[in-house]
């Protein structure tokens, strides 16, 4: 940044120039062939009224809060484990007793304090805003605050909430030179980390907000520590001070209207939601995913195949079919030739006029239609079946028997006069995704 010309368009942008604005949309022509996150971020910018600060005093390399004051802030965050329910039970016994005997001690103290922060982000279609709330702990008074916080997701939100409880303390505490400890009680990973990071994300005018607080303190005070403790989300436990701050925030209704705030993590999850939506509604098109196109069906509890559900397309964790093919270039191969029919058997054949264009099976009795559904259920060339899978179905694959049927049967659906799906069959382990959780074993080899 430094090493930047004064003219140049970064440097424009940080200072916030309006000739930075006209040098991308003139002339017209060269804004609808030129692509960059800056062209994208104005063409967008009203979707988002909450502003980010790139360059800001405290985002640069020896600056950070976490930079200075190492030694001065710590993190209490423990994540509820254990192999049974019985085990996790005690293990979040344990974890809030913890929390109980840091909150007591720094409620009460003339050198601590404790403050607590929790969010409220109703469902969109109830017209309200998401509220952030938060009460400060000293000397065993307390003080309550909230905040109505536009539209934004929980993490935003939480983030906040935590931004408003230093405030509120900076007004509640004087002189603040002979506080100790800072404790920060909150439900949210994320809010903790985003609290203390002044780069670029959703919360970032909250995050600000904490340094700008906490700097002079620190420089003034080196005795000064601050903990971040986090609540573990448990019904059976309850931690009473995160809790009444919780009824705060979701008995707080604030309705939108039409100047609520919008946040950049809530603009994109909106997008990203109405996109999934509409792509899943046109995958039961015909006319977008093709007439012969198997639309996998799956359920959580294999026993309940029957009424198992058409898995929605996904983007997420390498999509929804792909992610459990691993990197097994046959395997995918064989799901794709077979999902979409386009493979060696005779309804491909008699449908495209290639070959000898019959479509019988010619290693059945009786030449039955060599369909995907023969493949899968009946051919004798492929005999190797989930014991569990029924005889015969005209619905359309159940996932787990189609995968292990395929992991089983390298040949099904697949160009077996490919030197390349042979090479990648002798070399493929094939264990991919929870098919080789319940495949049989000789898949698994």
Not at 114 to 124: E, H, N, Q, R, T
Not at 240 to 249: D, Q, V
Not at 257 to 274: P, V
Not at 295 to 313: E, G, I, Q, T, V
Request: glycine share 4%; with cysteine.
């Amino acid at each position: 940044m430094h090493t930047l010309a004064d003219s140049h368009i970064t440097h424009m942008v940080a200072a916030s120039e309006n000739q930075a604005r006209n040098v991308l949309y003139l002339p017209s022509k060269l804004s609808k062939k030129a692509k960059s996150p800056l062209i994208n971020m104005w063409a967008n910018e009203k979707l988002v009224s909450i502003n980010v600060i790139p360059f800001n005093e405290f985002n640069a390399p020896g600056t950070h809060l976490l930079d200075r004051f190492q030694e001065h802030i710590s993190f209490d965050i423990i994540l509820i484990s254990g192999k049974n329910a019985k085990e996790q039970a005690k293990a979040k016994e344990k974890r809030l007793m913890s929390l109980k005997k840091a909150f007591d001690a720094s409620s009460n103290l003339n050198t601590h304090a404790a403050l607590v922060a929790d969010a409220s982000v109703p469902l969109l279609h109830t017209g309200h805003q998401a509220v952030a709330a938060w009460s400060v702990w000293h000397t065993g008074q307390y003080t309550e605050d909230w905040k109505s916080n536009g539209l934004s997701t929980s993490d935003d939100t939480e983030t906040a909430a935590i931004a408003g409880a230093f405030g509120t303390l900076a007004d509640t505490i004087d002189p603040i030179q002979d506080m100790e400890e800072i404790h920060v009680f909150s439900d949210s990973t994320n809010a903790i980390k985003h609290s203390l990071d002044p780069s670029i994300h959703s919360a970032q005018c909250y995050a600000l907000e904490i340094p700008y607080t906490l700097t002079p303190w620190m420089e003034e005070n080196d005795k000064l520590r601050i903990i971040f403790h986090h609540v573990p989300d448990c019904d059976d436990y309850v931690f009473e001070p995160h809790r009444s701050i919780h009824r705060l925030a979701t008995s707080t209704k604030i309705e939108c209207g039409h100047s609520a705030s919008r946040s950049i993590a809530f603009s994109r999850k909106q997008i990203t939601d109405d996109v999934m939506s509409n792509w899943s509604n046109r995958f039961r098109l015909s006319q977008y995913i093709g007439q012969f196109f198997m639309y996998p069906r799956w359920s959580a509890n294999r026993l309940h195949h029957n009424r198992a559900k058409c898995k929605d397309p996904s983007h997420l964790n390498g999509g929804t079919w792909l992610k459990n093919t691993g990197h097994s270039s046959s395997l995918t191969s064989q799901m794709a030739h077979g999902l979409t029919s386009h493979a060696p058997i005779g309804h491909y054949r008699h449908r495209f006029n290639i070959g000898n264009k019959r479509e019988e099976c010619p290693h059945c009795e009786g030449g039955p239609p060599e369909t995907f559904h023969h493949v899968l259920f009946k051919c004798l060339k492929h005999p190797t079946r989930p014991p569990d899978m029924p005889t015969y179905s005209e619905e359309t694959p159940y996932w787990d028997f189609f995968g292990e049927f395929i992991m089983d049967n390298p040949g099904a659906y697949a160009f077996m006069d490919s030197p390349y799906h042979s090479q990648t069959v002798a070399n493929s382990t094939r264990r991919v995704g929870h098919w080789a959780k319940s495949a049989p074993a000789k898949a698994r080899s």
